[in-house]
């Protein structure tokens, strides 16, 4: 046992750990073949213009004020990221080794204007939402003390789980969290429900004038469209059966067109609340370079040594030393830089043996050992090399032998890595 932490403060003064930020490309991780190294603070990195929600772009849904990237049972709260144009960064703080993570990137922003124009056409020309307003109007007429409670009831309905607006929301903006959206733009809606209830019928009335520019037109944003860029812009526009409008007749159409407008631009707006997307992106971590230093450059194991020369078995306990490089430690044997990355000097001590022989030829049990060790995968060596050791009484003189054994890489096991890892500042 004091072997042990002998061992582990000489690893410590050898190897000192330290840890640095490290930029990580969002795009990369999507690739699959990018893993988050651990021991040091991460900071994503990436473009607005890449990031997608569902088949679309995000920048087609959402107009993004914030971001922030986390991981499935996170214990420390995490930092808000910055957006810069297209450009966006996120810190993800330090992570843990060798585990699968979940990542997401939380990102808030309003809903876009094309996109909110399009909830806005697919909630009026739902038959559910239909429903409920004409049920709305039915029980409202001439009893204004139940006004207020039944535009409640009305938008409740709507947000639900199986609410018109809910499943509109799904559609068109798939990559939000759908219960918190749905009472998001309820809370916009809210503000502007007479402009939600007029619009109905703000836009059948500037249908039912039979205007030119009108025909085939149903959709709330292409009516819009009409009245804003099209031929409903000017008051030259204000035809019916190719003949101009004028008096009486044209003020009123001009009057159904404000009313429209000013209906649909609030509602709209009242649609394009800030909401919060996520993203999700299930990432495989494992410890690589980028690690403590302790864990990078050197392994400290434990196992049994055969000395064939004087038939011992003995335990023993090493410090492995990678001479080519900081070494990735995969899951598997397949690590990273083939036999360069499987190869380590050696440098051990043995003070016991297995054999249970009634007399040993080693002078106080002590041993030293240095040699290569061989890593079969993640967690088991084989090492070679020479025992050195004080042979006993009479002759006591200083012998070397030859030694083979296998051995376990404590620092890689998940219950005793987190000791080691202390040495690694966050």
């Known amino acids: 046992m004091i072997s042990a932490r002998l061992g582990l403060a000489i690893l410590l003064v050898w190897f000192p750990a330290t840890a640095a930020a490290e930029a990580i490309k969002y795009s990369d991780l999507l690739k699959g073949d990018k893993k988050l190294p651990y021991g040091k603070t991460i900071v994503l990195t990436g473009k607005l213009s890449e990031l997608t929600c569902g088949s679309e772009k995000l920048t087609a849904v959402i107009e993004a004020t914030a971001i922030q990237a986390t991981y499935l049972r996170q214990k420390i709260t995490p930092a808000a990221g910055t957006i810069e144009v297209d450009n966006w960064s996120a810190p993800l703080g330090v992570l843990p080794p060798g585990v699968s993570i979940q990542l997401k990137l939380k990102i808030s922003g309003a809903i876009s204007k094309t996109r909110s124009g399009a909830i806005v056409t697919a909630l009026v020309a739902s038959a559910q939402f239909q ?10 007429v001439g009893k204004g003390t139940v006004l207020n409670e039944e535009a409640r009831r009305f938008l409740r309905n709507l ?3 199986e609410g018109a607006l809910t499943g509109i929301l799904r559609q068109q903006v798939p990559c939000a969290v759908t219960t918190e959206a749905s009472k998001v733009v309820v809370s916009g809606l809210e503000k502007e429900f007479a402009a939600l209830a007029n619009l109905n019928s703000t836009l059948k009335d500037l249908i039912g004038r039979n205007l030119d520019a009108m025909k085939g037109i149903t959709a709330p944003a292409a009516a819009y469209e009409v009245v804003t860029i099209g031929p409903l812009k000017a008051s030259e526009g204000y035809t019916q059966d190719r003949k101009k409008l004028t008096g009486n007749e044209l003020r009123a159409a001009e009057t159904a067109v404000d009313q429209f407008k000013e209906a649909y631009e609030k509602t709209r707006e009242a649609v394009a609340q800030i909401v919060r997307a996520e993203l999700v992106q299930a990432v495989e971590m494992d410890a690589t370079v980028d690690t403590s230093d302790l864990e990078k450059y050197a392994g400290f194991d434990v196992g049994a040594i ?48 297995f054999s249970s022989r ?64 202390r040495a690694a500042p966050e």
């Open 131 to 140: 429903r409920e307003l004409d049920h709305f109007f039915n029980v409202t």
């Open 159 to 161: 947000s639900d789980s």
């Open 306 to 353: 055969y000395v064939p020369r004087i038939d011992e078995l003995r335990q023993f306990f090493t410090v492995n030393v990678y001479p080519f490089g900081p070494v990735e430690l995969g899951a598997t044997g397949l690590l990273k830089g083939g036999i360069r990355s499987r190869l380590s000097l050696a440098f051990g001590m043995s003070l016991g043996d």
């Open 358 to 421: 009634q007399s040993s030829r080693i002078s106080n049990e002590n041993v030293f050992l240095y040699g290569i060790g061989y890593r079969l995968n993640k967690y088991f060596r084989v090492s070679a090399g020479a025992a050195v050791y004080r042979e006993a009484s009479p002759r006591s003189g200083l012998l070397q032998e030859v030694f083979v054994g296998p051995s376990i890489d404590i620092t890689a096991l998940p219950g005793l890595r987190q000791v080691f890892a």
